[in-house]
């Protein structure tokens, strides 16, 4: 557990998160519901002091993730790209926040995510990181920043984290790039690895395409071995069988997070706009929507068009 080095007693110590629906989660509620009852008690015993407000929650760290497998838990992953959907998310309860090259698609307008570029991200990156004040940030390294040399991904890296004010980064690719990332966590980087399908080579698997199947799973789980051997704190699955996935969570003692996984991971990830139905058109397998933002925004915008053309906005309760 860290703990300030401040002299200031009232200062509050870094304190590990609960995750998910794991009895931990429940436990720490009912510790800190209790805490604050107790401690109140004892202050009015004492002097008729008002209860001490409760302490914010700590900032969640690549340890609190780990600590999730080992206790069995589950936590949850969202992309945001944006302010508002950061700060929402994060209030929310989501643990880990992906600023993906998902942004490419889902912000930019491209058709796939290998056009959108670092100095694309940053921006993005940066506005998420300002407006979480608890969840994990973790920036996508785009194609074509990390591919040349581990030296290329470490200056990538660094700049996410300096620029970005990203927690942590994630690069694509199997054990090839095992070096890479230690290198990178060497430098002081914390890295989260992917696996499976990985969006960044679509050309060279022949489309979006799941993973191993078959005799193919052998090869996910030494990439994912090798990976968290290189110091990688999480590996991420992407359209892969449910038993695979098992098999690579099971070889490993980092945290796994599936994306089209199955649910023996130990996190779980969508893109937002899928996961609220802001995104129109078929959705992968994979997605569940929990809302149908997309309709609601299209009702809210025809309403206002409606009432701007005729006349009744803005009324006087809108003017001056």
Not at 129 to 147: C, I, K, M, N, T
Not at 222 to 248: I, K, N
Request: hydrophobic share 45%; aromatic share 6%; glycine share 12%.
């Amino acid at each position: 557990m860290a703990t300030s080095n401040s002299s200031d007693s009232s200062t509050p110590a870094e304190l590990a998160a609960p995750y998910g629906n794991g009895p931990a989660a429940s436990a720490a509620g009912a510790a800190g519901t209790n805490g604050g009852t107790t401690g109140g008690t004892a202050g009015s015993a004492a002097g008729g002091a008002a209860d001490a407000p409760r302490k914010p929650a700590a900032r969640i760290r690549t340890h609190h993730l780990h600590q999730a497998k080992v206790n069995g838990e589950h936590f949850a992953m969202l992309t945001a790209y944006d302010q508002y959907t950061a700060e929402i998310f994060d209030q929310a309860g989501i643990e880990v926040l992906l600023v993906g090259d998902s942004a490419s698609n889902n912000v930019f307008g491209n058709e796939t995510s290998l056009p959108v570029t670092v100095d694309e991200l940053l921006p993005l990156c940066r506005a998420v990181a300002r407006s979480a004040r608890r969840a994990l940030v973790v920036a996508d390294l785009p194609f074509g920043s990390y591919e040349v040399s581990a030296q290329q991904a470490v200056a990538t890296g660094v700049r996410f984290l300096k620029e970005g004010l990203a927690h942590a980064v994630k690069i694509e690719g199997g054990k090839f790039y095992a070096e890479t990332v230690r290198a990178m966590v060497q430098a002081g980087i914390p890295v989260m690895a992917h696996i499976g399908f990985t969006p960044q080579s679509e050309h060279a698997l022949g489309g979006y395409r799941v993973q191993g199947r078959g005799d193919d799973a052998e090869r996910l789980i030494a990439d994912a071995v090798a990976l968290a051997d290189a110091g990688a704190f999480c590996v991420l699955m992407e359209m892969v069988p449910a038993d695979t996935a098992a098999a690579v969570d099971a070889a490993v003692e980092v945290p796994t997070v599936g994306i089209g996984a199955g649910n023996a991971t130990t996190g779980q990830v969508l893109v937002w706009q899928d996961m609220a139905g802001l995104r129109g058109g078929k959705m992968a397998k994979f997605v569940k929507q929990y809302a149908d933002l997309r309709t609601s925004l299209s009702n809210a915008a025809a309403a206002y068009g409606d009432d701007v053309r005729s006349g009744q906005f803005p009324g006087p309760e809108h003017s001056f």
